[in-house]
């Protein structure tokens, strides 16, 4: 019996292999559905980026102001204030009753046509610190270098002596005044950034308070006193 061979069955060499055009495309193709997934990755960021920064913002505390309610009660140095919510600048200070510091913001407007400048108050019990205007006459005066520095209409600049170059400090006073406006200011460690200013008055309710600034707002010293009483005498620290 004759035995009959099927002829051999051709393969398709397209179906083995690719072609160097065929796969330079297919390689075109997933790049740049590749670089479209990045795109798209990189503008999802984006967006929950800005999605944060806006619930940021507005979650953030309003600023204090002289009518704020929802007051708290706090007993210190003998003297009882009541004081809103919306001034204090740490959390954990909010609770009633006896206290021997207190942390406040305040703000200011110092001078004519500008926006309120933001004033730290620390309120400590009598004894507590000495006051700006003493250390003027007792420790200042004694540490002063000869130079005078220019600065803001009716204030002296006299910078200090001091073992460490770096410290800067420079105290502002009025030289008129029997008890006069003084502040002492260090210079920022951050280029281009204002110095920060402490001045520490005793009050007449027998309190001492020490107030932090910029000293942006020497600018206005002249109404800084008139401008804290009403703060001050909103919660009954004067």
Not at 34 to 60: E, P
Not at 92 to 116: C, H, K, N, Y
Not at 194 to 213: E, K
Request: glycine share 8%; with cysteine; net charge neutral.
């Amino acid at each position: 019996m004759a035995c009959h061979l099927s002829p051999p069955k051709l393969v398709n060499a397209g179906m083995l292999s690719t072609s160097p055009p065929a796969r330079a495309s297919e390689a075109g193709v997933i790049a740049y559905n590749l670089a479209g997934i990045a795109a798209l990755v990189l503008l999802l960021a984006v967006g929950a980026a800005y999605l944060l920064d806006q619930a940021g913002r507005n979650t953030r505390p309003p600023a204090p102001a002289l009518d704020d309610g929802n007051p708290l009660a706090q007993t210190i140095g003998g003297r009882e204030l009541t004081i809103p919510i919306s001034w204090f600048r740490h959390g954990e200070q909010l609770r009633s009753g006896f206290v021997d510091q207190i942390d406040l913001e305040t703000r200011l407007p110092l001078m004519a046509g500008a926006s309120p400048l933001s004033v730290d108050v620390t309120l400590l019990p009598r004894g507590r610190a000495r006051s700006s205007a003493t250390l003027l006459d007792t420790v200042y005066l004694h540490q002063f270098s000869d130079e005078t520095l220019p600065g803001p209409a009716g204030l002296v600049g006299k910078p200090l002596l001091a073992a460490n170059e770096n410290a800067r400090e420079t105290v502002w006073y009025d030289p008129l005044a029997p008890s006069p406006f003084v502040a002492k200011c260090q210079a920022s460690v951050t280029p281009d950034a204002p110095a920060r200013c402490l001045r520490t008055v005793s009050l007449s309710s027998g309190l001492v308070a020490v107030f932090s600034f910029e000293a942006t707002a020497l600018e206005g010293w002249r109404t800084f006193d008139t401008e804290m009483a009403r703060w001050l005498g909103r919660i009954g620290a004067i």
